[in-house]
């Protein structure tokens, strides 16, 4: 097992700039498909561990995780950059355009009332705390794509419990914050982790960003994959890290640092292969989802605890709101 002691290469205020963006590989510097520790050189805090192939109950879980993974367009920067020309963006008339956020008019011509993201694969499962979405107050409560699939669900369980405990290994001084606080709510824990929240990502692109709304700046990341692909690689730009992250290996990452994904890509020769492959998801692509209509998958999965699950009551409620 490989140790790293790195510096920081550049200031947060700088990547800043580039929020919402898509990294290149350029950015690697140190590029990482073995077990390995990386630390701060300066502060001495870890950055992040990563093992390879760690976790055996991968096999099983593809077809659990497939279907917990649908279009939305409110991911924000990770969505990536908004292009006029995409499939789902040319048949909307764009207003207010950001770097990763875009309003558009209304069939009646008017505005619409909020910006939004590009559509991407990427659905949270387990448990949300309360909030107001659109208008409407929600309780503290499983997810509605968790209530409406719940077989699949309670079959990732031993899955993340498996990576909880990886989570305990790897950096036991976060695990151990985190688990305080979670056993205070442990009613919104997901099997016997200190995760309250899963968020399933499909074969998108992530653009550059932090992570934000979770308890401790600490994440696990794992990955299923179908088929075959290049890229897809998990950059931390600041340090110059590349992550070749890959079917049953796990990350523990600190996800408050500037992070995104690279292009993923398939040559001809993988592409045939893939196209003998069983069809595990359908997608529409009139619609023009990012990710959708490959014929291989990269599912991921993030694990993290909910900064604001404290404030919840004893029990979660069921309801069918987001």
């Given amino acids: 097992m490989t140790t790293l002691h790195l510096p920081k290469l550049c200031l947060d205020s700088e990547l ?26 300066k502060t001495g805090k870890k950055v992040l561990s990563f093992r390879k192939r760690a976790l055996k109950g991968s096999e099983q879980q593809l077809k659990n995780f497939v279907k917990l993974s649908r279009p939305s367009r409110g991911r924000g920067p990770s969505a990536g950059p908004i292009d006029p020309t995409s499939v789902y963006w040319s048949k909307k008339t764009l207003v207010n355009t950001r770097v990763s956020s875009t309003g558009y008019l209304k069939e009646d011509g008017t505005p619409s009332k909020m910006n939004v993201s590009n559509n991407v694969f990427s659905t949270p499962i387990g448990y949300f705390n309360s909030i107001k ?14 209530q409406t699939h719940m077989k699949e669900y309670e079959g990732t369980i031993p899955y993340l419990e498996e990576i909880g405990t990886w989570y305990k290994q790897l950096n036991k001084d976060a695990y151990d914050f985190q688990m305080e606080r979670a056993m205070l709510r442990p009613q919104f824990r997901i099997g016997e982790t200190p995760f309250s929240t899963v968020t399933v990502n499909r074969t998108f692109r992530t653009g550059l960003h932090k992570d934000g709304g979770d308890y401790g700046g600490v994440a696990c990341l794992s990955v299923l994959e179908h088929g075959e692909y290049n890229g897809g690689i998990f950059l931390m730009p600041a340090y110059g890290i590349g992550i070749d992250l890959r079917h049953g290996d796990i990350l523990v990452a600190d996800v408050h640092q500037f992070h995104a994904n690279t292009e993923m890509w398939t040559t001809p020769e993988q592409d045939a292969r893939n196209a003998l492959l069983p069809k595990i998801h359908k997608d529409n692509m009139a619609v023009g989802t990012l ?13 993290y605890l909910r900064e604001k699950i404290i404030l919840c009551p004893d029990q979660p409620q069921v309801t069918y709101g987001q």
């Avoid at 990294?23 to 990386?38: N, R, S, T």
Wanted: hydrophobic share 35%; charged share 25%; net charge negative.
């Fill in 16 to 41: 800043k700039s580039l929020k919402g963006t898509y990294l290149d590989d350029g950015w690697i510097l140190h590029a990482i498909d073995y077990d390995c520790d990386v630390f701060d050189s």
């Fill in 133 to 146: 979405s659109l208008g409407v107050d929600l309780p503290c409560r499983l997810s509605h794509y968790t």
């Fill in 291 to 303: 990710g959708a209509g490959t014929d291989y998958a990269r599912i991921s999965m993030v694990c």
